[in-house]
């Protein structure tokens, strides 16, 4: 079966850090790039740093110098290492592939997700 399952959100202050975890099983891994996405009270789900099986990564504008995606093949395992958190990095964090040409995320597959939130 294909499953992804996120882990590693909780509560920190401003100018914290957490590492995001999530474990895909199934074929989804094969895809040649992963994605984290967030999803805030009110927002659009955004996508927020993507990296390919050759370790190639993108972040949007708002987490790059903070944020820090990776990835282990061996483990079917992508993390998301978040430094210097802001109240506005609140959300739930979800991850995903995306499809080769539209970049699009996989609409059966998404997990629970993982809930981060930032405040003093």
């Known amino acids: 079966q294909v499953q992804l399952v996120e882990s590693g959100g909780g509560l920190v202050q401003p100018g914290g850090s957490l590492r995001l975890s999530c474990v895909a099983s199934?074929?989804?891994?094969?895809?040649?790039?992963m994605g984290w996405y967030r999803q805030a009270p009110g927002n659009k789900r955004e996508l927020v740093a993507t990296i390919t099986l050759g370790g190639s990564t993108n972040y949007a504008d708002s987490v790059k110098g903070r944020f820090t995606i990776s990835r282990d093949n061996a483990k079917n395992t992508v993390y998301l290492q978040m430094n210097n958190l802001k109240p506005e990095d609140t959300a739930v964090y979800y991850c995903?592939?995306?499809?080769?040409?539209?970049?699009?995320?996989?609409?059966?597959?998404w997990g629970q997700g993982t809930q981060v939130t930032v405040s003093s």
């Open positions: 199934g074929s989804i891994f094969n895809f040649n790039t």
């Open positions: 995903n592939a995306l499809r080769r040409l539209q970049a699009t995320p996989l609409p059966n597959y």
